[in-house]
């Protein structure tokens, strides 16, 4: 039996799979989004940050997939996305 969730993880995997540079720079967005996140407080500049809007949207999608596969509170998302907002 397959969990609840599978059938999204599966479409978030084929994604990755099908456009793997996205997938990396979805990656890497995500490593500059926890860096912004403490060094913008440090130092405005790094405020800003542009990425891939496919790979934004892979990143974003992730994130809801996160939050939906372990039934956390839909503000966890929202919160996410306010964050992420400030640094693409």
């Known amino acids: 039996m397959l969990p609840s969730y599978y059938p999204s993880l599966r479409e978030l995997v084929t994604r990755f799979v099908r ?3 996205a997938g990396s720079e979805a990656l890497r967005c ?3 989004r926890n860096l912004c996140g403490f060094a913008a407080s440090q130092s405005p500049r790094l405020d800003g940050i542009s990425a891939d809007p496919v790979a934004a949207k892979l990143l974003n999608d992730v994130a809801s997939f996160l939050v939906e596969a372990s039934q956390l509170h839909p503000e966890f ?3 996410f996305l306010q964050l ?3 640094t693409l």
């Open 77 to 79: 998302f929202a919160r």
């Open 84 to 86: 992420s907002n400030k």
């Open 30 to 32: 995500s490593e500059w």
């Open 19 to 21: 456009k793997p540079r």
